[in-house]
């Protein structure tokens, strides 16, 4: 029956034929009301479907900018059932309708209608096209309109590409269904809050009842693509995990007269896909689609969630390689195979299966079913893939051995939490993990998760620290950082490196280990102690550096070079351990790497090519006593030099904001207003957290409404603490944002994330007028080096971000700007003055002479590997007096650059355009020899010279080129605009000063050049 239910007597319809009569006698009424009483209509109508009437929607549509239409209308997964389009009576309906088809419209179902008039588009043909005079008229199209049914769609492809890519509005209206029924269906919120229990225990304590509601969807919407379109109803009836979940969803549907009529609005999709399905014999075709829906979910509606846990495949080619090599190792060092019984195979983070289904194909087909029942192991912590896990793997089973079996070796679970719990989903999978813990795991194999830390607390995407009984953040503690002489040890928290520590304890006295992951570890800084530890731990490590690290070699593409389409380097790692006393362990170190500018495709092509480990040349690698195992452009001389941190009593790193929008800003006004929207934010939020009794759980307390604020760690610290945020003009001062862009800060301990010992450094105005400093990059900086003096407060990402800054001041100060002291220790005047037997030389002198180094270009490139992974040391070169006195000069200019005498640039005017030197964003031309400053404005005659003088990897004209723009961020709507009301010219006039710094600087480079940097 239908749910159309409007008669041409109800009073909606009543309404709009008042509304319109009232039109149309005029005076009372504008055009305005017809529309608004038509959207009351469809409104009514909408409701009795359960569906709702959507203003403004937007249409989106690949590669092109979305269509907006008057309404649209939504079913209850959020699918539109209908378009409508309101015109006015002055319109030409006909003609309106063409343009809109000619942009690309819908002609499914869509009303163009005007206050008398309708017409009314059907798939692709006109069903109506009357006046709308009579009300028997206005209920027709309204029921044409509502009563129609979308045709199946005819192809497979279409149907699933749609419905995978449509995953988020469907999911969305699954969530609602639920949470509705969580309102007013008793039964199913007691079996929902059991199994949310149950969840707790197995996966993460602190599991939430939204991640459990998404499990329920995740089955929901899959559960039936397994049953029909893999025609293996069998599945959910023997998964342990899907049986379970099975009761609780036929608590959520009870109300319904089936589970099918529960989710009937999306038997379109569906009903298309399963009639194709059928006809489908071809497995890869299915799996190809439920690998859509799968991304579709992750990547669709949960990235936080995928970025988490590494939702990504693993390319194909690469398992192949990893599963024959550790064959291959197997049969080389311990005569043995995948095959033979014992030799127990772990994927700790299976995903859809792609290690162990190809595991099995390496496996004799007569040892398969011994291997399959007792020998084969594998975990997933999220539902989805370890449903599409189980099925791949009982699927291959099948396949191979002619029998359905279901895969006992999987469980649904937290690898780095497998601690038995009381009683969890069917005892069936405690019994699986308990199983899996007593077993000799011989090989663990597998794509573990990497997600860089989070970019932003803001994304509140925090990885679970596992502490608890040896845990194993605690063994990477113990172990790894322990070892490790670096101050910034986060890269050790990346999941990559627990798995890596895990799997290295989770084998026994001999085993293999082998995963492709992040290749961060082999020459980061902070896993100096990790390699140290892998060396001990094993005897022998292959390491195949895929490269497509776009941060260090900013001219990949991670979508192009990247093996997995990210932006942090990856690597292949067998790491071999062999029987015997750990302490006479000596590790053979192999290396081979491919070439840095192949394509995804052409590393695949390799990884094809070599087959194995037998395939690729390696390179033996010997560590140095640093635990450096690529020692490529170290020069162990650099070690003899003086420490930097010797001449030195006190450095900082640069101020870290967190939230640089919010306080930072080339208006003193625009800093102020949008400082102090965000402290009364932020102190509000103090007081609702006194109020709601201080949570425990900030991270799911806090608002994020990115208008707001942005939340940082220390924010939420300080807010937990009840610390209020302050504003104070006198916290607005001046700071070194990026080389040669001077900028407004908000400095302030509690709206800046560290401000190290930089109040002891810039207490205030007057230490800007007399104090210096040397800032450069810190190691590990993926970017060139760079040196530059300041008398300002400096950002910590003077070179952009991911590079440190690290900051050496002639004085400091106690914060209230009293008691200023000289910062080079008297030790290193005396070493200087010893050295070079002076005693007039000063700690100015030391000051300058050390600028003046760093400038100097074959320190720079002789040590750049050195200046990499180390703060600066500096030798005692032969002409110190030179060296100071260039120092001096070089400081001098790039301090008062805005005092220099401009560049003599011509400035080409344009003709008949008013004068203007507002800015709005700049550009270089293709040689760079001019600057297109605006409309009005060119500035030709930039020498080359000018780009020589590099900062990072741009040239200090580039800087402001880059950083001087109006910009407005869409997620705060903070604006920046870096014209001076009080100062028009600064912009125009600052491009000249910069020319004629950069040249200035290259000249005396170059006298630098001449002389000796050789230790005497
Ligand atoms: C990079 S994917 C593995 C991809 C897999 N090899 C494939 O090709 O489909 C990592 C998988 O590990 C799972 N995972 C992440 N952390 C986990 C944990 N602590 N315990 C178990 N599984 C985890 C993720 O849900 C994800 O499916």
Request: hydrophobic share 35%; proline share 4%.
């Given at each position: 029956?239908?749910?159309?239910?409007?008669?041409?007597?109800?009073?909606?319809?009543?309404?709009?034929?008042?509304?319109l009569?009232?039109?149309?006698?005029?005076?009372?009424?504008?055009?305005?009301?017809?529309?608004?009483?038509?959207?009351?209509?469809?409104?009514?109508?909408?409701?009795?479907?359960?569906?709702?009437?959507?203003?403004?929607?937007?249409?989106?549509?690949?590669?092109?900018?979305?269509?907006?239409?008057?309404?649209?209308?939504?079913?209850?997964?959020?699918?539109?059932?209908?378009?409508?389009?309101?015109?006015?009576?002055?319109?030409?309906?006909?003609?309106?309708m063409?343009?809109?088809?000619?942009?690309?419209?819908?002609?499914?179902?869509i009303?163009?209608?005007?206050?008398?008039?309708?017409?009314?588009?059907?798939?692709?043909?006109?069903?109506?096209d009357?006046?709308?005079?009579?009300?028997?008229?206005?209920?027709?199209?309204?029921?044409?309109?509502?009563?129609?049914?979308?045709?199946?769609?005819?192809?497979?492809?279409?149907?699933?590409?749609?419905?995978?890519?449509r995953?988020?509005?469907?999911?969305t209206?699954?969530?609602?269904?639920?949470?509705?029924?969580?309102?007013?269906?008793?039964?199913?919120?007691?079996?929902?809050?059991?199994?949310?229990?149950?969840?707790?225990?197995?996966?993460?304590?602190?599991?939430?009842?939204?991640?459990?509601?998404?499990?329920?969807?995740?089955?929901l919407?899959?559960?039936?693509?397994?049953?029909?379109?893999?025609?293996?109803?069998?599945?959910?009836?023997?998964?342990v995990?899907?049986?379970?979940?099975?009761?609780?969803?036929?608590?959520?549907?009870?109300r319904?007269?089936?589970?099918?009529?529960?989710?009937?609005?999306?038997?379109?999709?569906?009903?298309?896909?399963?009639?194709?399905?059928?006809?489908?014999?071809?497995?890869?075709?299915?799996?190809?689609?439920?690998?859509?829906?799968?991304?579709?979910?992750?990547?669709g509606?949960?990235?936080?969630?995928?970025?988490?846990?590494?939702?990504?495949?693993?390319?194909?080619?690469?398992?192949?390689?990893?599963?024959?090599?550790?064959?291959d190792?197997?049969?080389?060092?311990?005569?043995?195979?995948?095959?033979?019984?014992?030799?127990?195979?772990?994927?700790?983070?299976?995903?859809?299966?792609?290690?162990?289904?190809?595991?099995?194909?390496?496996?004799?087909?007569?040892?398969?079913?011994?291997?399959?029942?007792?020998?084969?192991?594998?975990?997933?912590?999220?539902?989805?893939?370890?449903?599409?896990?189980?099925?791949?793997?009982?699927?291959?089973?099948?396949?191979?051995?002619?029998?359905?079996?279901?895969?006992?070796?999987?469980?649904?679970?937290?690898?780095?939490?497998?601690?038995?719990?009381?009683?969890?989903?069917?005892?069936?999978?405690?019994?699986?993990?308990?199983?899996?813990?007593?077993?000799p795991?011989f090989?663990?194999?597998?794509?573990?998760?990497?997600?860089?830390?989070?970019?932003?607390?803001?994304?509140?995407?925090?990885?679970?620290?596992?502490?608890?009984?040896?845990?194993?953040?605690?063994?990477?503690?113990?172990?790894?950082?322990?070892?490790?002489?670096?101050?910034?040890?986060?890269?050790?928290?990346?999941?990559?490196?627990?798995?890596?520590?895990?799997?290295?304890?989770?084998i026994?006295?001999?085993?293999?280990?082998a995963?492709?992951?992040?290749?961060?570890?082999?020459?980061g800084?902070?896993?100096?102690?990790?390699?140290?530890?892998?060396?001990?731990?094993?005897?022998?490590?292959?390491?195949?550096?895929?490269?497509?690290n776009?941060?260090?070699?900013?001219?990949?593409?991670?979508?192009?070079?990247?093996?997995?389409?990210?932006?942090?380097?990856?690597?292949?790692?067998?790491?071999?351990?062999?029987?015997?006393?750990?302490?006479?362990?000596?590790?053979?170190?192999?290396?081979?790497?491919?070439?840095?500018?192949?394509?995804?495709?052409?590393?695949?092509?390799?990884?094809?090519?070599?087959?194995?480990?037998?395939?690729?040349?390696?390179?033996?690698?010997?560590?140095?006593?640093?635990?450096?195992?690529?020692?490529?452009?170290?020069l162990?001389?650099?070690?003899e030099?003086?420490?930097?941190?010797?001449?030195?009593?006190?450095?900082?790193?640069?101020?870290?904001?967190?939230?640089?929008?919010?306080?930072?800003?080339?208006?003193?006004?625009?800093?102020?207003?949008?400082?102090?929207?965000?402290?009364?934010?932020?102190?509000?939020?103090?007081?609702?957290?006194?109020?709601?009794?201080?949570?425990?759980?900030?991270?799911?307390?806090?608002?994020?409404?990115?208008?707001r604020?942005?939340?940082?760690?220390?924010?939420?610290?300080?807010?937990?603490?009840?610390?209020?945020?302050?504003f104070?003009?006198?916290?607005?001062?001046?700071?070194?944002?990026?080389?040669?862009?001077?900028?407004?800060?908000?400095?302030?301990?509690?709206?800046?994330?560290?401000?190290?010992?930089?109040?002891?450094?810039?207490?205030n105005?007057i230490?800007?007028?007399?104090?210096?400093?040397?800032?450069?990059?810190?190691?590990?900086?993926?970017?060139?080096?760079?040196?530059?003096?300041?008398?300002?407060?400096?950002?910590?990402?003077?070179?952009?971000?991911?590079?440190?800054?690290?900051?050496?001041?002639?004085?400091?100060?106690?914060?209230?700007?009293?008691?200023?002291?000289?910062?080079?220790?008297?030790?290193?005047?005396?070493?200087?003055?010893?050295?070079?037997?002076?005693?007039?030389?000063?700690?100015w002198d030391?000051?300058?002479?050390?600028y003046?180094?760093?400038?100097?270009?074959?320190?720079?490139?002789?040590?750049?590997?050195?200046?990499?992974?180390?703060?600066?040391?500096?030798?005692?070169?032969?002409?110190?007096?030179?060296?100071?006195?260039?120092?001096?000069?070089?400081?001098?200019?790039?301090?008062?650059?805005?005092?220099?005498?401009?560049?003599?640039?011509?400035?080409?005017?344009?003709?008949?355009?008013?004068?203007?030197?507002?800015?709005?964003?700049?550009?270089?031309?293709?040689?760079?020899?001019?600057?297109?400053?605006?409309?009005f404005?060119?500035?030709?005659?930039?020498?080359?010279?000018?780009?020589?003088?590099?900062?990072?990897?741009?040239?200090?004209?580039?800087?402001?080129?880059?950083?001087?723009?109006?910009?407005?961020?869409?997620?705060?709507?903070?604006?920046?605009?870096?014209?001076?009301?009080?100062?028009?010219?600064?912009?125009?006039?600052?491009?000249?000063?910069?020319?004629?710094?950069?040249?200035?600087?290259?000249?005396?480079?170059k006298?630098?050049?001449?002389?000796?940097?050789?230790?005497v």
């Open positions: 029956m239908s749910n159309f239910k409007l008669k041409s007597t109800h009073t909606p319809v009543k309404a709009y034929y008042e509304t009569e009232r039109f149309e006698r005029g005076k009372f009424d504008n055009e305005g009301n017809v529309r608004r009483a038509f959207e009351a209509l469809l409104e009514n109508c909408a409701r009795k479907f359960d569906w709702m009437v959507v203003p403004e929607y937007q249409i989106q549509r690949t590669g092109k900018n979305p269509l907006r239409v008057d309404a649209a209308v939504l079913d209850a997964f959020n699918l539109p059932r209908g378009y409508w389009e309101a015109k006015d009576t002055k319109d030409n309906l006909q003609a309106e063409n343009m809109k088809f000619a942009d690309g419209y819908p002609r499914t179902n009303i163009f209608q005007e206050p008398t008039h309708a017409i009314l588009f059907q798939d692709g043909r006109i069903k109506f009357d006046e709308i005079e009579s009300p028997e008229k206005l209920v027709d199209v309204l029921r044409l309109f509502f009563e129609w049914k979308q045709p199946l769609y005819e192809g497979w492809a279409q149907a699933a590409s749609e419905f995978s890519e995953i988020p509005e469907i999911a209206g699954a969530l609602k269904l639920i949470a509705d029924e969580r309102k007013r269906n008793p039964a199913f919120v007691e079996r929902f809050t059991a199994f949310a229990t149950l969840c707790r225990k197995s996966i993460n304590p602190k599991l939430k009842d939204e991640a459990v509601e998404e499990m329920l969807v995740q089955h919407l899959t559960e039936r693509i397994f049953r029909r379109i893999f025609d293996n109803p069998q599945f959910t009836r023997r998964n995990i899907a049986a379970e979940i099975e009761k609780v969803i036929d608590s959520l549907t009870s319904y007269f089936s589970r099918d009529s529960f989710l009937h609005d999306l038997d379109r999709y569906y009903k298309a896909i399963e009639e194709t399905a059928a006809t489908i014999e071809d497995y890869s075709g299915k799996q190809n689609f439920l690998n859509k829906v799968y991304e579709g979910f992750f990547h509606i949960n990235p936080k969630q995928a970025d988490t846990y590494g939702i990504v495949y693993t390319p194909q080619s690469i398992v192949e390689f990893m599963v024959r090599s550790v064959e190792v197997l049969k080389a060092e311990f005569g043995r195979s995948l095959s033979d019984k014992g030799v127990h195979i772990l994927d700790p983070f299976v995903g859809t299966g792609n290690f162990i289904t190809r595991v099995m194909k390496e496996i004799r087909t007569s040892s398969l079913p011994h291997k399959y029942k007792q020998e084969l192991h594998c975990n997933e912590i999220m539902l989805l893939p370890y449903y599409i896990a189980s099925m791949n793997i009982e699927h291959a089973y099948l396949d191979r051995v002619g029998e359905y079996e279901p895969f006992e070796g999987i469980c649904l679970v937290d690898t780095f939490d497998m601690r038995a719990q009381a009683t969890m989903f069917a005892d069936r999978n405690l019994e699986r993990i308990e199983r899996q813990r007593k077993q795991i090989v663990v194999i597998g794509n573990p998760p990497y997600n860089a830390w989070q970019q932003s607390e803001s994304d509140n995407n925090k990885n679970r620290r596992y502490i608890k009984d040896g845990g194993v953040d605690l063994r990477v503690s113990k172990t790894y950082s322990k070892a490790s002489k670096a101050t910034n040890k986060n890269a050790l928290s990346d999941p990559y490196v627990k798995a890596i520590r895990w799997a290295s304890d989770r026994g006295k001999d085993g293999i280990v995963f492709v992951s992040n290749s961060g570890f082999i020459d800084i902070a896993t100096d102690g990790m390699r140290k530890h892998l060396t001990a731990d094993f005897d022998e490590i292959y390491i195949l550096d895929l490269g497509g776009v941060r260090k070699n900013p001219k990949l593409s991670g979508t192009t070079h990247n093996v997995f389409g990210i932006q942090v380097g990856v690597s292949i790692n067998i790491f071999v351990r062999k029987k015997g006393p750990a302490e006479k362990r000596k590790c053979k170190l192999f290396y081979a790497s491919t070439d840095e500018f192949w394509t995804r495709k052409r590393k695949e092509l390799f990884l094809e090519q070599v087959k194995d480990r037998n395939g690729v040349d390696w390179v033996a690698l010997v560590p140095d006593n640093n635990c450096n195992w690529l020692t490529k452009g170290l162990s001389e650099f070690g030099l003086l420490p930097i941190t010797d001449i030195f009593d006190k450095q900082s790193r640069g101020v870290a904001t967190s939230r640089d929008l919010w306080v930072y800003n080339n208006g003193v006004e625009r800093l102020t207003a949008n400082i102090s929207r965000s402290i009364d934010f932020y102190n509000g939020e103090i007081e609702r957290f006194i109020r709601t009794g201080s949570p425990k759980n900030l991270d799911s307390f806090v608002n994020y409404d990115e208008s604020i942005s939340w940082s760690r220390d924010l939420k610290q300080d807010m937990r603490r009840g610390r209020k945020g302050e104070s003009a006198s916290k607005i001062r001046t700071a070194l944002y990026r080389p040669y862009v001077n900028s407004f800060l908000f400095f302030d301990r509690v709206f800046n994330e560290e401000v190290y010992v930089f109040p002891s450094i810039m207490p105005q230490a800007e007028c007399e104090n210096r400093l040397i800032s450069l990059t810190g190691p590990g900086s993926d970017k060139p080096f760079l040196v530059l003096s300041a008398h300002t407060l400096v950002d910590l990402h003077l070179v952009g971000p991911g590079c440190s800054t690290q900051c050496f001041p002639f004085y400091t100060y106690d914060e209230d700007g009293t008691n200023r002291r000289e910062n080079i220790t008297d030790w290193a005047l005396a070493e200087f003055r010893k050295h070079y037997g002076d005693m007039k030389i000063s700690k030391i000051f300058h002479y050390t003046g180094l760093l400038h100097h270009p074959e320190y720079r490139t002789k040590y750049a590997a050195n200046l990499k992974r180390e703060l600066p040391r500096i030798p005692m070169a032969a002409e110190f007096g030179r060296f100071a006195e260039i120092g001096a000069a070089l400081m001098k200019l790039h301090i008062e650059y805005e005092k220099q005498k401009e560049y003599p640039l011509e400035k080409r005017e344009a003709e008949g355009v008013k004068l203007n030197w507002r800015v709005e964003r700049m550009t270089l031309s293709k040689d760079k020899t001019q600057l297109k400053y605006n409309e404005l060119t500035l030709s005659g930039i020498p080359a010279e000018a780009y020589e003088y590099r900062l990072g990897n741009r040239s200090a004209l580039e800087w402001v080129v880059d950083q001087y723009l109006v910009s407005t961020d869409t997620r705060s709507g903070i604006v920046n605009d870096p014209n001076r009301e009080d100062d028009p010219e600064y912009i125009v006039r600052l491009v000249g000063q910069v020319v004629k710094v950069s040249v200035e600087t290259v000249r005396l480079v006298e630098l050049a001449r002389l000796s940097i050789e230790q």
